[in-house]
C-alpha cells in the first residue's frame, strides 16, 4: 500500500500501538465509569449461575464475564475489563489476517488501525455482550482457514472446527459461519480436494463436540434458546422500513468514510470471488454476504439490531483494505472519494468514537431519546424501590422483564430478593423460588412506565389487592433543557393471591 494512501494515525506499526493502547485507556475508564446497561447486568446474572445454556444465548458471555469478575470482582470495571482487552486484541487479529490474505505489510497495518476506528469497537467495546467472544472466533476460525489455504496443511482444519464450536457457543449466528466454509470449498476448485481428505471432517466432529452441551442444554429444555433465537427467522407482517434503518445503521456503526470503504471493498472481493475464484477473495466474500443478505430480507418484517452484523467486522475491514489497493481507474472522481476515505477513516473514526463515551459518560448532545440514559441511575432507583418495599413490608420485590430485575439484583442491597414473575424458563440455571414463601407477605411490584396499564391490569388478575405505592425516578444530569428523568419506575404492592402459583405478568391477555 503506497505511503499516499495510508490512513492517517494508521500509517505504521507505531502509530496503531499508540491509537490502540490510548483507546484502551478511554475504553477502560468507561467501562469503571458507567453504569451497566440491561443485557449487560442480566448477563451477569447468569454468571453467578453458570450453566450449560440459558433462555436467550449459549453460555460463553457468562464464562467470560465470571473470568472477568474472578480477578477484579462485581463491579462495573470488573464486569467488562476483559471485553474491553479482547477489544484491543481485534486490531491483531485483523492485522494477520490482512497480512495472511495479502502478503502486505502496510495493508495489515491500515486495517489494525480502521477496525479501532468503527462504532462497533468505539463505542461498542466498553459493553460485554455475546457479540464479544463470538467477533473473538468468528476471527480465529479466518485465520485458521488462510492458514489451510496457505499452508495446505490439514491440521489448521481442526482448529478451525474448534473456533467454529466456540463461536456457536458464544451465539448462534456462528451457523452462518459454518455456512461459510461449505460455500468455500464447494466454489474454489483448488480446495474441492478437501473434500477427499479425513481432515474436514475431524474438524467438524470438533466442532460438534464443542456443541454437544448446549444442544443437550436445548434438548433438557425444549429447545428453549434455539427456538427463541431461530424463531426470528419466521418473517412477521411485511414492513420494510426496517431496511433503510438497517442500513442507516450498519453506516452508523462502521462510521461514514469506513462505510464508504467496505462497500467498495466488498464489491471488489466479490467480483474477484465470482470472476477469478481466488481463494481469500471467496472467503472473505462467502463469510460476510450470506449473513448481510439474510437481514437485509429479515429487514423486510422486522426490526434488525446493529450489532448483529458485529462478527462481519474483521472480514468486512480486510475487504475495505483489499479494495484500497484496487481503486477504480475509470472513474476518478470515485477514486478520489474512496482515497480521501482512506486517509481519513481512522481521525473521523476515533473522534466520533470518542464523542460517543463522553456523551455517554457527561451528556454532551441534547438527544430528548437518548439510548445512554439505560447506563444512569440504577443505584439510587434501586435504593429508592428497597425502600419501599421495607416500609410496606414486602417480602419480594416483583418485576415484569428481565432488565428491571438483573439492574434491581446488580444495584440492590440484596436484602430482599428480587423475582421476575413470569419469563421463569430465563432462571432456569437458579433455584426456583417458593410460592408460598412468596405469597405469605406482600408483593412490591416494580413496572417500568412504558408498561404500567398491561401489568397492572394483570395484577388485578392474580391478587385481591393491588395498592399503589409510589414512583420512583431513574435520572441523570439534566442538560440542554432536557429533563433528567431517563425513566420512571411505578410501584404497587400486591397481596393476597388469587391462585396457587407464582402470577405470570408477562403472558398476553
Known amino acids: ?13 507505531g502509530a496503531v500501538l499508540v491509537l490502540v493502547c490510548v483507546l484502551t485507556a478511554v475504553r477502560l475508564w468507561a467501562a469503571g465509569s458507567l453504569g451497566l446497561a440491561a443485557d449487560e447486568a442480566y448477563y451477569h446474572l447468569w454468571s453467578q449461575n453458570l450453566a450449560l445454556g440459558y433462555f436467550d444465548h449459549p453460555p460463553m458471555v457468562a464464562l467470560l464475564i465470571r473470568a472477568s469478575t474472578a480477578v477484579f470482582g462485581d463491579t462495573e470495571f470488573g464486569i467488562r475489563w476483559l471485553s474491553v482487552l479482547l477489544a484491543a486484541a481485534a486490531s491483531l487479529g485483523v492485522w494477520r489476517l490482512v497480512w495472511r490474505l495479502t502478503d502486505d505489510r502496510a495493508a495489515a497495518i491500515a486495517g489494525a488501525g480502521m477496525v479501532q476506528a468503527t462504532l462497533f469497537l468505539g463505542a461498542g467495546a466498553m459493553l460485554v455482550t455475546p457479540d464479544t467472544p ?24 481442526l482448529a478451525a472446527g474448534l473456533a467454529v464450536g466456540l463461536a456457536f457457543i458464544s451465539k448462534y449466528t456462528a451457523v452462518f459461519l459454518g455456512l461459510a466454509i461449505l460455500l468455500w470449498i464447494v466454489l474454489v476448485p483448488e480446495l474441492r480436494r478437501w473434500l477427499r481428505s479425513p481432515w474436514p471432517y475431524a474438524g467438524g466432529i470438533l466442532c460438534l463436540a464443542v456443541m454437544a452441551p448446549v444442544l443437550w ?67 472473505l466474500t462467502v463469510s460476510v454476504l450470506p449473513l448481510l443478505a439474510y437481514l437485509v430480507w429479515y429487514g423486510l418484517f422486522d426490526r434488525v439490531q446493529g450489532n448483529w452484523t458485529a462478527c462481519l467486522l474483521p472480514a468486512s475491514i480486510a475487504a475495505a483494505v483489499i479494495g484500497a489497493k484496487a481503486l477504480p481507474a475509470a472513474a ?48 439510587a432507583a434501586a435504593e429508592a424501590v428497597e425502600a419501599t418495599a421495607m416500609r ?71 391478587y385481591r389487592v393491588v395498592d399503589p405505592a ?39 391477555q
Open 332 to 379: 476518478p472522481r470515485a477514486a478520489a472519494v474512496l482515497r480521501a476515505g482512506l486517509r481519513w477513516s481512522v481521525v473521523s473514526g476515533v473522534v466520533l468514537g470518542l464523542l460517543v463515551i463522553g456523551h455517554a459518560g457527561f451528556r454532551l448532545a441534547p438527544l430528548a431519546i437518548d439510548p445512554t440514559g439505560q447506563l444512569h441511575g440504577w443505584r
Open 392 to 462: 410496606a413490608g414486602a417480602g419480594t420485590i416483583g418485576t415484569a422483564s428481565y432488565t428491571t430485575t438483573a439492574h434491581l439484583r446488580f444495584y440492590g442491597t440484596g436484602r430482599l430478593p428480587v423475582v421476575q414473575l413470569g419469563e421463569r424458563l430465563r432462571y432456569a440455571m437458579e433455584t426456583a423460588p417458593d410460592p408460598a414463601a412468596i405469597a405469605a407477605r406482600p408483593v412490591l411490584v416494580v413496572v417500568e412506565s412504558r408498561r404500567v396499564a398491561e401489568v397492572s391490569a394483570r395484577l388485578g388478575q392474580f
Open 1 to 13: 500500500m503506497a505511503p499516499a494512501l495510508r490512513p492517517v494515525w494508521a500509517g505504521s506499526a
Open 470 to 508: 409510589g414512583t420512583v425516578d431513574r435520572l441523570w444530569r439534566p442538560r440542554f433543557g432536557l429533563t433528567d428523568r431517563m425513566d420512571q419506575l411505578v410501584l404497587f404492592v400486591a397481596r393476597d393471591p388469587l391462585q396457587p402459583g407464582l402470577p405470570d405478568l408477562t403472558a398476553p
Open 134 to 157: 463470538l467477533v473473538l472466533f468468528w476471527t480465529l476460525a479466518l485465520l485458521a482457514l488462510v492458514e489451510v489455504w496457505r499452508t495446505g496443511r490439514g491440521v489448521w482444519w
Open 217 to 283: 442444554w436445548n434438548l433438557a429444555h425444549g429447545g428453549a434458546s434455539l427456538t427463541k433465537q431461530f424463531g426470528r427467522a419466521v418473517p412477521k407482517a411485511f414492513d420494510p422500513r426496517f431496511v433503510p434503518e438497517f442500513m442507516a445503521g450498519q453506516a452508523a456503526l462502521l462510521t461514514p468514510l469506513i462505510g464508504i470503504l467496505v462497500l467498495w471493498g466488498l464489491w471488489v472481493v466479490g467480483r474477484r470471488a465470482l470472476d477469478q475464484r481466488e481463494p481469500g477473495a471467496v472467503l
